[in-house]
């Protein structure tokens, strides 16, 4: 399958007048709303949050979020894993888990009540991403554990006339366009994408495709806003390589797909936000509605555990129809009682209906990917079918209060009420499984409370001193994977600190944040053969522990220089498992794909006009690929660069992304047992993009 750009997308391009590349800004001197849900200076927050602009995106050519977050410190994103090629998994504080971090887009958390939907995801249009470490215990409840992703696009009458095209290797190659449409008193925007993107391996990859549009209207005094969201994805998944003892098995070739003939993971989501702000005197008061509906069709395999021993069928595939439900509504005052005094205050309730119906096959493939059978063509070995309903209610209250021109609160409290349903299956001794129901509720209470003391201020010099605790909990996450059965996990719970320094010299021209951090986490969601089949299961206690340092500084005009580093000690605490029937103590372990050494830097020239160019080199330490740290995987090094030309309409850039072509494990398969996804291969990538 194949996808080409439109001569129509290239003509719109080469169409668009003059562009505007702004200069990096500041990283202190930028506001954020995912903390607060309010414009605020990033050093008036008490935590560590850094924000990624969408000049700087383009400074370096990236259209996805592992690069324009590859500068970030301490955060982890590498493409792929079980979500398949145009999934990642991101790490946060150590801590890889496919749902321990929130995605926000707008302000509105994607992917709702189960897992961050990442594989739609577009940043086509997008004004800036702001990246907070840490739990977000009061705005956001029970959805967020170690980091808060927020994505936030142009409003309607603010967006950027652009359009761009590229080709790259493997038959790659991308289109989008975004522009206002509208009038000042109805301003309309809209963003479309079109991409395919190959692998290495010539039966992976995925086409996508999305569209945004946008309005805002005066309505009754206040302002009301329309989001229509809607994408669809289809993807050819690629195989990770299992493990064989220390290592990664030898006699399965380096991007050997075991997948089924017909594998696919097809997604077709769309998505309806209505938003309305209104100032009500003292203060301003938002309403949201979202409502969005993510339709999934799945074929795919993986090798089975004693594939090695040369059984009659050496994969298990499966195949599963979704249907997944989100529904989002938040109501909230911001008010200022008196001055230097902000209340925020509201109630938000989250709910996720999903529902599926899932095959069972068995079949052989040779271990190069040779003989792959179609799904099709197999018998059914057994049709089980699940549906899982959640809802999280949550009312809220934070105020930020500027006790002296030095001294900064941040304090809130939150009541989180969960509740989970659970239908499917129970297996039964020495009989076949039978239906069953499980539920879990729970109401607790979670906060955080931090403080700022702007140490030194000198124009655009300062320097402030920030530290916070927060407490929270999630609901267990859930893996739509082949098996239904009917048993909800117990919540994860968590209790973290941080302090930290972060501010700027040299009129601006250098900025930076360091922290430290401790996080006490209870029933971590990981995953464990049970019957030979992987399932997700609650671990014990674990620790996490570290420091990351972030600093840019402006060498001269349009010259930037960056730099970061992460130290994360991830380990298990009071943790007995079993192993091959044994039950093992792992209290001491680190974290599997945990590195405790993350550190990079990047080189970025954009002049307004003229020549551009881009280096960025990242770092990830020696890590472990089990949780008995018997098996150790060396530390690598990326490199991605880019080389362009700004003419006075358009720019023409050559990008490339890891050059030194590594093909290291980045992310363990939740749903092949002992199974790992390697870095992508080198990709390079030639593209024209304008701007009115």
Known sequence: MTWKPTHLAAAIALAFSVPSFAADAPQIGQLQVTATREAELVDSVP??????????????????????????????????????????????????????????????PSGGAFNPQLTTLSLVNVERIEIMRGAAPVMYGATSFVGV???????????PSRASISAGTFASARASISTDIGNSELPQSISIEGERVGLKDDDAGYTRGNL????QHEVAGGNFSFDLNASMIRQQPNSPSPRAGHVLDPAVPLDANNNPSDAKLDEDRFQLTGRYHRNIGNGDWDTTLSYARTNSDIRRGFLAPDYADNPPTNAEGFGQQRHVDDIYFDTHVVATPSAGMSLTYGLDWL??????????????????????PSLASLPILDEPAGADR????????????ELSDKLDVLAGLRLNHTQETMDGEMDVVGGDPVPATDHRSKTRFGGNLGLSWHAWRDGDNALTIYGDIRNTYKPAALDFGPEAEADILKPETAASGE???????????????LSTFLMHFDNLVVSQAVNGFPTLINAGKETFKGAEFEVGFEIVDDLRLTGH???HNARFGDYVTQFDGTPTQLRGKRLE??????????LVYAPDRGWQASLVLDRVGDRFLNKRNTAPAPGYTTVAASLGYRFERCELRLSGRNLGDRRDPVAESELGEGQYYRLRARTIELGLSCQR
């Open 47 to 108: 935590a560590s949050i850094s924000v990624v602009t969408d000049a700087q995106m383009r400074a370096r050519g990236v259209h996805d979020l592992g690069g324009a977050l590859a500068l970030v410190a301490g955060v982890e994103i590498t493409p792929g894993g079980d979500g398949g090629p145009a999934g990642s998994v991101p790490a946060f504080w150590g801590l890889r888990e496919f749902d321990a971090f929130l995605l926000v887009i707008d302000g509105v």
């Open 149 to 159: 992703i927020h994505i936030i696009h142009y409003a309607p009458g603010h967006t």
């Open 212 to 215: 945004l549009y946008r309005l």
């Open 351 to 372: 709910y996720g209906r999903a529902k599926l119906q899932n095959q069972l096959y068995e079949y052989n493939v040779g271990l190069d990917g040779s003989n792959r």
């Open 390 to 401: 959640r809802s999280f209610l949550g009312l809220y209250v934070q105020t930020d209060w």
């Open 499 to 513: 302090i930290g320094m972060k501010g700027q010299f040299m009129h601006g021209r250098l900025d930076w944040d």
């Open 565 to 567: 580093y992460a130290y």
């Open 593 to 602: 794909m945990s590195p405790q050494h993350l550190f990079g830097t990047g």
